[in-house]
């Protein structure tokens, strides 16, 4: 069983900075695409930021230039470094991991999420 564990939220101040931390545990594998979403009450969960295996990154519109997605493979864990706060960055921040198990007539996807860790930047 997969767990993701996530750690770094909190309130702050617009303008300020945050690091949410996720670290993937419980089983040996290296996932394939790490990322974070963002989930405001009443709407539905978006992609900040996504990371692969092998360094692609991929941000959402409204983060670019300002928050930074980071992975140390050999922990499973994923970083994200988010800069120049504003009250429109809150919201519950979840951790996702994304393993595809190639096998010779299909390939398998699973996916994980984690808890969810509440970010709150204040005006």
């Known amino acids: 069983q997969v767990q993701l564990v996530e750690s770094g939220g909190g309130l702050v101040q617009s303008g300020g900075s945050l690091t949410l931390s996720c670290e993937a545990s419980g089983r040996r594998f290296t996932p394939d695409t790490m990322a974070w979403y963002r989930q405001v009450s009443g709407e539905q969960r978006e992609l900040v930021a996504s990371m692969t295996t092998g360094g692609r990154r991929n941000y959402a519109d409204s983060v670019k230039g300002r928050f930074t997605i980071a992975r140390d493979n050999a922990k499973n864990t994923v970083y994200l470094h988010m800069n120049s706060l504003k009250p429109e960055d809150t919201g519950v921040y979840y951790c996702?991991?994304?393993?595809?198990?190639?096998?010779?007539?299909?390939?398998?996807?699973?996916?994980?999420w984690g808890q969810g860790t509440e970010v709150t930047v204040s005006s």
């Open positions: 996702y991991a994304e393993h595809l198990l190639h096998l010779i007539e299909r390939t398998n996807r699973y996916e994980y």
